[in-house]
């Protein structure tokens, strides 16, 4: 199996810099299935091509295999793996090129983080889905695809085509951009990992995907195959990616921000206040704050010496990078650190992380989520996690009116699924109280108005 890339910018020899490998040099890698060695075919300044081909050892790869499972000897040693662009091909370019896709080039930086012309090779490439499916990963990307079916064996044409290819992709991306498409997408066609599919994949896959996956026409699909058909984990992926979007939309969308609408009445200082106060009052020491985002509220409670143990759960890397910056984390005393604990989860799915603290504050978190998941959210935060106390905080949709930036009828902002009467909030917390044996009173946060209520509305449960 091998993998070329090819450069005509000028001088093209300023690949090497982008890979950080010597054209003059053969690098060879041990994997833990084979060998991998990197070279360069074709080095002049018009042009210059790189090579990573792939020395698969198959008795290898089924060596130490657990002889209870009923495999045949067949299934054993008559495998494509050896010769296919597969995952391992995947995970070459991880342990050769890391650097390179990470967007990182010791003498070159600038050019690294700019679009340049490649031509890349790959043969023989499985397509579970034929050229069609190439095109449909490949061109919204900004590729030409260019692809020639491989017949079974050519001496006997009559056998037809096989489901490999010999596939040409060019157009300018930045070298890192090219990269980590190839990382993704050669599995995904292939349609199979010759390693176990766990949670840590999603990560993965979302920090490989993150600029160009959250709006790729074919992202179920590839999210689907990238996890190996693991419904459970294609879920976890795909929320996570929704809900990434959804917090880079907020960041950037100042137009119709929260932020903005509610800048005039302070609403948000009022709020994290109230927050803490309730949390003080209720003699809570030890806090999960759900749906943490960007640390405000944990901000605050660092400042007060009565909360011995704080925890910020968020489902989106950015947001909680945000965080790590506006805390200053890395300058803590050790103390200080102790205290505070930072970590990515998502507020639909069991996480044992949440039990054991005194009181949780999810706040203006709700109606980011999508109706019919706000089951899921109750069955993980008063089912599982369990606390003694839980503040909720959402917008009263009746106060909207009194925003003057705010059109009829529009949320305020375009990413809340929905926005609660104080009615309806008031009848799904006393059900969730019910149900779960807690018992919720409700508090007002903001200036109230006479007909409309306050601008934000809050359910505190206790058990």
Sequence with gaps: MNLTISTTYKPATDLGFLLMKHPDNVHRKTLSFGEAILFFPEVSEERCTMALVLDVDPVGLVRGTNPNQHISLFTHYVTDRPFAVTSFMSVAISRLLGTAMAGKSRDRQALADTAIPFDVTLSPLPCRGGAQLLNELFEPLGYSVDSESLRLDEKYPNWGDSAYYRVRL??????????????VLIPVLDNSKHYWVGSDEIEKLISK???????????????????????????????????????????????????????????NDVRMDTIVQTLKSLGAQSVVDLGCGEGKLISQLMADPSFNRILGIDVSPMALGIAHKRLNIDNLTPRQKNRIELAQGSLIYVDERLKGYDAAACVEVIEHMEPDRLG???????????????????PNKEYNVLFTDLKHGEMRHNDHRFEWTRAEFQEWAMGVAERNGYSVKFESIGEIHVGYGAPTQMGVFSR
């Design 209 to 267: 995907g993150k600029g160009w996956l959250e709006e790729h026409p074919c992202k179920d699909l590839i999210t689907l195959r990238y996890l190996k058909h693991r419904r459970n984990l294609t879920r976890q992926a795909l929320e996570q990616i929704r809900d990434e979007t959804s917090t880079e939309n907020k960041t950037e969308d100042a137009c119709n921000s929260e932020e903005k609408l509610e800048n005039p009445v302070r609403l």
């Design 376 to 394: 899921a959210f109750e069955q993980v935060v008063f089912v599982s996690a369990r606390p003694t106390h839980v503040i909720i905080s959402t």
């Design 170 to 183: 060019s157009g300018s991306q930045k070298l890192s951009d090219l990269l980590t498409h190839l990382f």
